[in-house]
C-alpha cells in the first residue's frame, strides 16, 4: 500500500528518545529506553547526523550511522550503519530507502568510500533489505567467545 502522507526526513535529537523507544519495542519486544538514551546521546559525535522520518508529525522511521575518524576532526573512508528500524505499519513502503539513500549521500559528503552493516543472518527482513540497497558479503569475519 502506498503511503498518502508525505514523509518528512529530519535530524534524529535526544527529544525522540521516547519515540525510538517505542517503536524498538513495537519491534523487538523489549523497553530499552536506558540503551537508547546512550545510542541518540552518541549520535552527535557520530560523523553524520542520525535521521528521522515523520508522518503526520509522528516519527515512523529512523537510521543510526556513523563515519570513522570523525571525532578527531578528519573524515575517513568507513562508516557504520549501526540500526535502522520502521514501525511495522508502515513498512514496506519506501521508508527505509529514503532513510538509507539520505543517510548514503551524507556519508558521500564527508569522503566515505565503504560502508559496513552487521546483521544477524536469521534478521531476513534486515538482509533482504540490505541486498536490495545494494550491499554484499564482505572480507571481515565475525569472531566470538563464549565466556
Ligand atoms: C528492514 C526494515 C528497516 C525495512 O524497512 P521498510 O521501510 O519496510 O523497507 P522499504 O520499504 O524501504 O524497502 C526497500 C526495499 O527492500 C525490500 N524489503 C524490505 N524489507 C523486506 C523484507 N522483509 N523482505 C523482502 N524485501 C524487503 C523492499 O521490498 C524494497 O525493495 P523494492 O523497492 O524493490 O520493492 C524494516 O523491516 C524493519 O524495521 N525491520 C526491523 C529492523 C530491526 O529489528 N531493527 C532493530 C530494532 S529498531
Redesign the pocket.
Known amino acids: 500500500m502506498d503511503l498518502v502522507e508525505p514523509v518528512k526526513l529530519r535530524v534524529l535529537t535526544l527529544k525522540d528518545l521516547d519515540a ?1 523507544t517505542d ?2 519495542e513495537s ?2 519486544g523489549t523497553q530499552r529506553k536506558d540503551y537508547w538514551a546512550m545510542r541518540l546521546e552518541r549520535t552527535e559525535t557520530s560523523g553524520v547526523p542520525s535521521l528521522a522520518a515523520e508522518v503526520g508529525g509522528r516519527v515512523i ?3 543510526l550511522g556513523s563515519a570513522s575518524g570523525w571525532e578527531y576532526g578528519i573524515p575517513d573512508n568507513i562508516a557504520w550503519i549501526d ?6 505499519e ?11 539513500r539520505e543517510m548514503f549521500f551524507m556519508f558521500k559528503e564527508v569522503g566515505v568510500d565503504t560502508i559496513y552493516v552487521l546483521v544477524s543472518w536469521r ?4 538482509l ?6 545494494g550491499f554484499k558479503r564482505g572480507d571481515m569475519i565475525n569472531l566470538e567467545m563464549k565466556i
Open positions: 525510538i517503536i524498538d519491534l523487538l522511521g529512523f537510521i540500526t535502522l528500524g520502521v514501525r511495522k508502515y513498512q514496506k513502503k519506501g521508508i527505509a530507502r529514503l532513510l538509507f534478521d531476513w527482513d534486515l533482504k533489505f540490505f541486498d536490495k540497497m
